[in-house]
């Protein structure tokens, strides 16, 4: 029997999500997303669209209604809404789950119950825990919104006691932790998948390179010895084992001066630095998603080339309309999200370079320079 698929969100992530359901008419008949944005990327590309905001309590139900099972491609849905959809809706990965790693405190103190590393962190309600925070931690120090917050938008570099109340009035009214700063050497990630029936693959261990607390690019594989990618494997595996529920989850970890892993974050839905998934391995974390929450065998998650994604960001300095970008080079491939305006380093589209037959790291590195200034926004 075919499925109607809701997800909540039609940015890029539900458009390639959308991409890759249209690729399994035997499975999924119909795509629906909710989003707010009228003429949204995944409506682009055949997804029906509700315009309604995604914590609007009727538009989801009226999703609910319409699909066989939803999922999603932001954390910020309304967990409890979800919950109460849930008897009658297929919804994965689950509301529980989503109300846990949506707050980035409950999803820490998680973490942390289950003995898996994370920075040190506490709760922030008012200037004197703050204070407190700060004379334990040391300076720098990061104040992080527990919710909503992405591409670095919701954290605050606190260098000095000056920044204090610049940083509080930044986040007015909002709930707060504070996170110790790491020094990390490198940032990882880990795309991990598991099937309504509990199997469970994971994708090779990724190199993320942010820039203003934004994913710039992505190496496949990380560049870390053997044991460093060990203890990230280990470590995506036993969060694995405690989060509940179906469908890709995206593990953010730092690597440590001491080569030690610990996790940043972790997100429940397809995630950016698994993008170069699309061309480097035989099933992409979109399709993966969908084996996953539809209770289908996982595809192959092993790496066949090298790949480098590039994120292509809206300039700082720019808002509007731009011109439209292309690229003709071998083993580049460019997948843009349909936004007609540009905003400052607003994701517009990006690209995985993919290396040749006995093609280095370093030959590719070189190469994607050359590349990158061809899609300057
Ligand atoms: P995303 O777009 O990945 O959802 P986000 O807005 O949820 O991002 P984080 O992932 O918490 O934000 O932080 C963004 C970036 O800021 C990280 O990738 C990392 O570069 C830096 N960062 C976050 N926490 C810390 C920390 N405790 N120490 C040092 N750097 C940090
Ligand atoms: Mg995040
Ligand atoms: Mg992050």
Not at 55 to 78: C, M
């Amino acid at each position: 029997m075919t499925k109607v698929l809701g997800i909540i969100g039609g940015g890029q992530l539900g458009m390639m999500i959308t991409e890759a359901a249209k690729k399994m008419p035997q499975h999924i008949s119909k795509i629906i997303v909710l989003d707010p944005t009228k003429n949204c990327p995944a409506s682009q590309v055949g997804a029906e669209q509700i315009i309604a905001d995604f914590k609007d309590k009727n538009a989801i139900v009226d999703l609910a209604n319409k699909s066989d099972i939803i999922t999603y491609e932001i954390e910020s849905g309304d967990s409890t809404i979800l919950k109460n959809v849930e008897k009658n809706t297929k919804i994965n990965p689950s509301p529980e789950t989503l109300r846990i790693i949506q707050d980035k405190f409950l999803q820490k103190s998680f973490l942390k119950e289950n003995n898996i590393p994370v920075p040190e962190f506490i709760k922030i309600e008012n200037i004197e825990e703050l204070k407190t925070g700060l004379r334990n931690f040391g300076y720098p120090a990061l104040l992080k919104a527990r919710r909503d917050a992405y591409d670095g938008r919701g954290n605050y570099k606190i260098d000095s006691e000056k920044d204090i109340q610049k940083a509080l009035d930044y986040f007015k009214g909002q709930n707060l932790l504070l996170e110790k700063f790491v020094k990390f050497k490198m940032e990882v990630s880990v795309i991990a998948s598991r099937n309504t029936k509990g199997q469970i693959k994971t994708y090779p261990l990724v190199e993320n390179i942010h820039e203003q607390n934004i994913l710039r690019e992505t190496i496949a594989p990380a560049r870390v010895s053997h044991e460093i990618t060990k203890k990230a494997e280990v470590i995506a595996e036993k969060t694995m084992q405690v989060l509940k529920g179906a469908g890709i989850f995206g593990i953010e970890m730092f690597v440590t001066q001491e080569d030690d892993i610990v996790i940043n974050e972790i997100a429940p839905r397809v995630h950016n630095s698994g993008h170069h998934t699309l061309q480097s391995t035989k099933t992409s974390q979109f399709e993966q998603h969908l084996r996953a929450i539809l209770g289908l065998e996982l595809g192959d998650t092993e790496l066949l080339h090298p790949t480098i994604m590039y994120n292509i960001l809206g300039d700082v300095s720019f808002e509007g309309k731009y011109a439209p970008i292309n690229i003709s080079e071998e083993n580049v491939f460019l997948k843009m999200y349909g936004k007609e305006i540009s905003k400052p380093l607003r994701k517009l589209g990006h690209f995985n370079l993919v290396a040749k037959e006995g093609e280095t790291m370093e030959e590719l590195l070189k190469k994607i320079e050359k590349i990158k200034e061809k899609v300057v926004v």
